[in-house]
T-cell receptor
Framework: TQLLEQSPQFLSIQEGENLTVYCNSS?????LQWYRQEPGEGPVLLVT?????EVKKLKRLTFQFGDARKDSSLHITAAQPGDTGLYLC??????????FGAGTRLTVKP | EAQVTQNPRYLITVTGKKLTVTCSQN?????MSWYRQDPGLGLRQIYY???????DKGDVPEGYKVSRKEKRNFPLILESPSPNQTSLYFC??????????????FGPGTRLTVL
């Protein structure tokens, strides 16, 4: 079983729409990271959140860490085709145990 | 350029034929790890290393070996590959393993097929 559950697994939207993807766990993490992976490449870090309730913004992307540090969300405003990719959340558990979710595959159609 | 390199990028082999996937980083990172990525399962950690000569098992270590004789290199060894080890493999490195702010830098991946 996955320690981190991501939803939805697949998401296909039109350019300009907003979307939110979720990352949930029954465990508390000391930090949580979001990565984006494009075909043929390794994941690239987007953001790290550490404090419960923390909100970080990266241009059109907004990341939130749940108050209890068990869940996180990624919201994209006015999605663009360049946002297409696999979005992975990763939680740091027990200081050196990094666990990844299965990912949300996002397709943004022009 | 700061990077993690893996070789080979693609490999097709047969059951039982020993193979090694190399991983090298030029960022002087202490922490290195290997993951496999399978559809619907995401990235699962195979082994990690906190520093030279220090390695430990991740979630799915069975059938794999690693070594960390030098800081920059962390090869993944499959002594007797089996078809269930067909997967996409990523090597990653970070400054240290225990900081909450650590960014892991990933290599480009090695797609392995075991027939």
């Amino acid at each position: 079983t996955q320690l981190l559950e991501q939803s939805p697994q697949f998401l296909s939207i039109q350019e300009g729409e907003n979307l939110t993807v979720y990352c949930n766990s029954s465990s508390v993490f000391s930090s949580l990271q979001w990565y984006r992976q494009e075909p043929g490449e390794g994941p690239v870090l987007l953001v790290t959140v550490v404090t419960g309730g923390e909100v970080k913004k990266l241009k059109r992307l907004t990341f939130q860490f749940g108050d209890a540090r068990k869940d996180s969300s990624l919201h994209i405003t006015a999605a663009q085709p360049g946002d297409t990719g696999l979005y992975l959340c990763a939680g740091l558990y027990n200081n050196n145990d990094m666990r990844f979710g299965a990912g949300t595959r996002l397709t943004v159609k022009p | 350029e700061a990077q993690v390199t893996q070789n080979p990028r693609y490999l097709i082999t047969v059951t039982g034929k020993k193979l090694t996937v190399t991983c090298s980083q030029n960022m002087n990172h202490e922490y290195m790890s290997w993951y496999r990525q399978d559809p619907g399962l995401g990235l699962r950690q195979i082994y990690y290393s906190m520093n030279v000569e220090v390695t430990d098992k991740g979630d799915v270590p069975e059938g794999y070996k690693v070594s960390r004789k030098e800081k920059r290199n962390f090869p993944l060894i499959l002594e007797s590959p089996s078809p269930n080890q067909t997967s996409l493999y990523f090597c990653a490195s970070s400054f240290s393993g225990s900081s909450s702010y650590n960014e892991q830098f990933f290599g480009p991946g090695t797609r392995l097929t075991v027939l």
